[in-house]
């Protein structure tokens, strides 16, 4: 059982570039998060989905977009990258129940733009 | 907005001890309360989620107590030993999100 898989691991971009960090699980989650976590913070809420087709803003959307086609991928795109977005990103995942179900991470992207 | 804070930041044991990682929150209005821990390098791990319905929750060694009317929840470490090194982070829930504390620092000293 993969759980969530993120890819890449790691990445250095180049000011202005773009670039397009996947998120994947296989547990047939209906709600994904994506998070940033600079050094020595909590994680920051970028974007989250309740399921494919839905999206909306969290804490720190700026200079991201999301999509949900999919129930197993949701990926998140940078568009003209800035020293401001060097950080580790880690999706997140979990399931819609009746209580609430913990979240399960990947193990993150970690970005440098330079 | 919720504010997460999590007191110490960091903290130095000698193995065997036991320890108690505190959380405070501002908005007591929570569906739940997870605690996470991460390692050098690593994604987060979910240890404990606590209900709103619920005081605590126990797994193992671990502990953690939720008082939602105080704003606060406690994670308690029993016999702490270096495999426990790691942050770890407290984050209190909505119906949909999570708001995550910076975390504390745990060094368990052989």
């Known amino acids: 059982n993969a759980g969530v898989t993120q890819t890449p691991k790691f990445r250095i971009l180049k000011i202005g570039q773009s670039m397009t960090l996947q998120c994947t699980q296989d547990m047939n989650h209906n709600y994904m998060y994506w998070y940033r976590q600079d050094p020595g913070m909590g994680l920051k809420l970028i974007y989250y989905s309740v399921g494919a087709g839905i999206t909306d803003k969290g804490e720190v959307p700026n200079g991201y977009n999301v999509s949900r086609s999919t129930t197993e991928d949701f990926p998140l795109r940078l568009e003209l990258a800035a020293p401001s977005q060097t950080s580790v990103y880690f999706c997140a995942s979990r399931s819609h129940q009746e209580t609430y179900q913990p979240q399960h991470f990947g193990d993150g992207t970690r970005l440098s733009i330079l | 907005k919720q504010e997460v804070t999590q007191i110490p930041a960091a903290l130095s044991v000698p193995e065997g001890e036991n320890l108690v990682l505190n959380c405070s929150f501002t908005?007591?209005?929570?569906?739940?309360l997870q605690w996470f821990r991460q390692d050098p390098g690593k994604g987060l791990t979910s240890l404990l989620l606590?209900?709103?319905?619920?005081r605590e929750q126990t797994s193992g060694r671990l502990n953690a107590s939720l008082d939602k009317s105080s704003g606060r929840s406690t994670l308690y470490i029993a016999a702490s030993q270096p495999g426990d090194s790691a942050t770890y982070l407290c984050?209190?829930?909505?119906?949909?999100?999570?708001?995550f504390g910076k975390g504390t620092k745990l060094t368990v000293n052989p």
């Open positions: 984050a209190p829930g909505g119906s949909e999100k999570l708001v």
């Open positions: 606590i209900q709103s319905s619920q």
């Open positions: 908005d007591s209005a929570i569906y739940n």
